[in-house]
């Protein structure tokens, strides 16, 4: 008679359909890769699209918020973690690591997020003392705007939406370096409206030129991502490369000899304590000590004995 063995007889597997097993396994394996790529690839696809509609609909003059409820929500990875993300936790960390650069730091890092959709790129006085007359696109300029040339942005309907959907892994050299240029262009209109103001006044004009708000906007990218990937949030900090701009000189000088006699005449004849203004003066004078440094000094640093005083600069903490 012929014994048929049955599995719970210790009969041992088909070895075709163990390799058969072993090689859909292998394929599975093998496909994830790709299956991963074409995935990521979808929700790159659909994030640009968001993005270029919400850029699109802002341009034409609708509220951000408004735009986000009419648009559908931003299909991301439920492991993303986007530049919203993670400004909010850097503003929380700079609160407690950094809490004197808040103050600076934070409005220029929220700019990633919020973007500028009010503001055009034109810095003629027109487009930056109100609201930008230009109708942009194929209609181009208003007969008052006076758009220079060699600009990056020659179209007033430009705006700058920020980037806060995106996932901060993907956050390049690029991203930061046009929202530097935005922050600097920022700078540069405040100045040109500060100066229509002064000039009617017959005020002198201020000379900067947004230099300033591209500098502090790099150092607080550097510092967002330098702290970033302390927390292995990102592998490497893409401001780290971007340059500083040079710095512009300085319009400050020291006071004439002249000039200095009729400040120190007009500190002695008016205001509430003439006497104490009086000797601040000279006493900023002779010892070239800086102001701050002075009016912050306390009773605990005079060293009456000694004839010594202690400075406290509160800035260097020195």
Not at 30 to 55: C, F, G, I, Q, Y
Not at 227 to 235: A, E, I, P, R, T
């Amino acid at each position: 008679m012929t014994t048929i063995p049955a599995p719970h007889d210790g009969a041992l597997p088909d070895p075709e359909e163990t390799d058969s097993r072993a090689t859909r396994r292998e394929a599975d394996r093998a496909a994830k890769p790709a299956k991963k790529a074409n995935k990521s690839r979808s929700v790159d696809a659909a994030t640009t699209t968001r993005e270029a509609m919400r850029a699109s609909l802002i341009g034409q003059g609708f509220d951000p918020d408004v735009v986000e409820v009419m648009l559908p929500p931003a299909d991301v990875s439920k492991k993303a973690y986007t530049v919203r993300l993670a400004v909010a936790d850097a503003v929380r960390a700079m609160r407690q690591d950094l809490p004197r650069s808040e103050k600076t730091w934070a409005p220029y890092l929220q700019l990633l997020v919020d973007g500028l959709p009010g503001m055009c790129p034109c810095p003629c006085p027109a487009c930056a003392v109100g609201p930008c007359p230009c109708p942009g696109g194929v209609d181009g300029h208003a007969d008052v705007c006076a758009m220079p040339d060699d600009e990056m942005h020659t179209d007033c309907a430009v705006r700058y939406v920020g980037v806060p959907d995106m996932p901060v892994k993907k956050v390049a050299r690029s991203t930061l370096s046009d929202a530097a240029w935005w922050a600097q262009r920022r700078g540069l209109k405040r100045t040109v409206a500060r100066n229509v103001k002064r000039e009617q006044a017959g005020r002198p004009l201020l000379h900067s030129d947004g230099r300033g708000a591209r500098e502090q906007f790099l150092q607080a990218s550097r510092w967002m991502f330098g702290w970033l990937g302390d927390d292995d949030k990102v592998k490497a900090n893409p401001a780290a490369k971007l340059k500083l701009p040079p710095r512009q000189e300085a319009g400050s000088r020291s006071l004439t000899e002249e000039e200095f006699l009729e400040v120190y005449g007009v500190a002695v004849s008016t205001g509430q304590d003439p006497t104490l203004d009086g000797l601040i003066l000279r006493h900023l004078l002779i010892q070239a000590v800086r102001r701050g440094a002075l009016l912050d000094t306390t009773c605990g640093g005079l060293d009456v004995e000694g004839c010594r005083i202690r400075y406290w600069d509160q800035k260097k903490q020195t």
